[in-house]
């Protein structure tokens, strides 16, 4: 079998080894309970207290606005749950969220909720028409994706963080695949939550964290203990926190050179695929994309056959969001831009990292188009 080339890195990241080194320092020396009186206790509390700070430095926001949870889909469920709970009136959101946040806004519908689409362009993006004729007197929560886990489109939230602080409607930004790949501003962004998940950025499994914009308050998601403030019940993860800590400040540290060289492969990717591939389509070229994503379109084969025959090639990619996988549907979000049925089920996606090599670029790319002109053929 060929060398394997892992091109998938908005479904999953592989964990740094500074990141490993201090959660295996973390599993011997911060294990206890930090909320615990003796001295165990008082060895995990700091690490978690510092962990907390520097999220919340990272991300532009005050650390007691920092809830540790399991993961991206916790905290948008927490957040959706939270403030729609016993409210009579809409949420508005874009028929791209992702499945954590449709399927959550879905059950706020069947507690009596009514759910308003935002309508993007055939470029993925907000459109300032669509915020204005919003139903603003009914709203009562507002869902937006900050960079699309398909395509990498970025969106400018600045109208709809304006409409929404002039109609006093909280903003619920999924930041999942921003945080870690662009730099993300709680503060800047004018949010009143915003979630993001520690394995998107080369943390681990199992954490992630919500913001949660101060004075705001939220009923828990999970009762219990009296952890994260009230917030969130159960024993805080201190080593998987600080791993996540770990990973996002390598990110912070290296932004610019990382986001840099990730554009660069990506870009040769795709330039490599839109000229051995014709006709090849790539989704959301018009819009500012998170530098690692390429979703592309190899019009005449279908893309389950197709991550098939790259998987038996050694490429690993996949047809969209992997939490949706397993369903043949055309992707809701390429829908959503007015792509055609049969673009959309012939759409991939490639994600790199900066773990990936120049070398790899290329002979990736050789792969790819072997495999598509077979099944074109065929």
Same mark, same amino acid.
């Given at each position: 079998?060929?060398?394997?080339? =892992?091109?998938?890195?908005?479904?999953? /990241?592989?964990?740094?080894?500074?990141?490993?080194?201090?959660?295996?320092?973390?599993?011997?020396?911060?294990?206890?309970?930090?909320?615990?009186?003796?001295? %165990?206790?008082?060895?995990?509390?700091?690490?978690?207290?510092?962990?907390?700070?520097?999220?919340?430095?990272?991300?532009?926001?005050?650390?007691?606005?920092?809830? %540790?949870?399991? @993961?991206?889909?916790?905290?948008?469920?927490?957040?959706?749950? @939270?403030?729609?709970?016993?409210?009579?009136?809409?949420?508005?959101? /874009?028929?791209? &969220?992702?499945?954590?946040?449709?399927?959550?806004?879905? !059950?706020?519908?069947?507690?009596?909720?009514?759910?308003?689409?935002? &309508?993007?362009?055939?470029?993925?993006?907000?459109?300032?028409?669509?915020?204005?004729?919003?139903?603003?007197?009914?709203?009562?929560?507002?869902?937006?994706?900050?960079?699309?886990?398909?395509?990498?489109?970025?969106?400018? +939230?600045?109208?709809?963080?304006?409409?929404?602080?002039?109609?006093? #409607?909280?903003?619920?930004?999924?930041?999942?695949?921003?945080?870690?790949?662009?730099?993300?501003?709680?503060?800047?962004?004018?949010? /009143?939550?915003?979630?993001?998940?520690?394995?998107?950025?080369?943390? $681990?499994?199992?954490?992630?964290?919500?913001?949660?914009?101060?004075?705001?308050?939220?009923?828990?998601?999970?009762?219990?203990?009296?952890?994260?403030? @009230?917030?969130?019940?159960?024993? &805080?993860? #201190?080593?998987?926190?600080?791993?996540?800590?770990?990973?996002?400040?390598? %990110?912070?540290?290296?932004?610019? &050179?990382?986001?840099? =060289? #990730?554009?660069?492969?990506?870009?040769?990717?795709?330039?490599?695929?839109?000229?051995?591939?014709? $006709?090849?389509?790539?989704?959301?070229?018009?819009?500012?994309? +998170?530098?690692?994503?390429?979703?592309?379109?190899?019009?005449? #084969?279908?893309?389950?056959?197709?991550?098939?025959?790259?998987?038996?090639?050694?490429?690993?990619?996949?047809?969209?969001?992997?939490?949706?996988? @397993?369903?043949?549907?055309?992707?809701?979000?390429?829908?959503?831009?007015?792509?055609?049925?049969?673009?959309?089920?012939?759409?991939?996606?490639? /994600?790199?990292?900066?773990?990936?090599?120049?070398?790899?670029?290329?002979?990736?790319?050789?792969?790819?188009?072997?495999?598509?002109?077979?099944? !074109?053929?065929?």
């Amino acid at each position: 079998m060929p060398r394997r080339i =892992y091109l998938d890195n908005n479904a999953t /990241t592989l964990i740094l080894p500074e990141v490993a080194e201090v959660m295996a320092s973390a599993w011997q020396t911060a294990f206890a309970n930090p909320g615990s009186q003796h001295s %165990f206790g008082r060895d995990a509390r700091p690490v978690l207290d510092n962990s907390r700070d520097t999220v919340a430095r990272i991300l532009g926001a005050d650390s007691s606005e920092v809830i %540790f949870t399991s @993961g991206g889909t916790e905290s948008i469920n927490a957040a959706i749950y @939270g403030l729609t709970l016993g409210r009579s009136g809409a949420i508005a959101l /874009t028929a791209g &969220e992702h499945p954590a946040t449709t399927a959550a806004c879905e !059950r706020a519908r069947q507690n009596g909720m009514k759910l308003t689409n935002i &309508e993007v362009d055939s470029a993925g993006r907000l459109q300032s028409e669509q915020l204005a004729a919003l139903p603003w007197n009914d709203l009562k929560l507002v869902c937006v994706i900050l960079a699309h886990n398909e395509t990498g489109v970025i969106q400018d +939230l600045t109208l709809l963080s304006d409409l929404c602080e002039q109609h006093r #409607v909280p903003l619920l930004i999924d930041a999942v695949q921003a945080v870690g790949k662009i730099s993300v501003n709680f503060r800047e962004l004018r949010a /009143t939550a915003l979630a993001f998940g520690a394995h998107k950025f080369h943390g $681990p499994r199992g954490i992630g964290g919500l913001l949660l914009r101060r004075g705001v308050q939220l009923p828990p998601f999970l009762d219990g203990g009296h952890q994260e403030s @009230g917030r969130r019940a159960g024993t &805080e993860a #201190v080593p998987l926190i600080a791993g996540m800590a770990k990973a996002l400040e390598v %990110f912070d540290s290296s932004q610019t &050179e990382r986001t840099n =060289y #990730v554009g660069q492969l990506r870009d040769q990717l795709q330039h490599a695929l839109l000229k051995s591939c014709a $006709p090849a389509i790539v989704h959301g070229a018009d819009a500012p994309r +998170l530098p690692n994503t390429l979703s592309i379109a190899f019009p005449g #084969v279908e893309g389950e056959p197709m991550l098939v025959n790259l998987d038996l090639e050694g490429i690993a990619c996949s047809l969209g969001s992997t939490c949706a996988s @397993g369903s043949a549907e055309p992707a809701p979000a390429l829908l959503a831009m007015g792509c055609p049925p049969d673009i959309c089920t012939s759409s991939v996606r490639f /994600t790199v990292s900066h773990q990936n090599s120049v070398e790899e670029i290329p002979e990736a790319a050789q792969r790819i188009a072997a495999v598509v002109q077979r099944l !074109r053929n065929s």
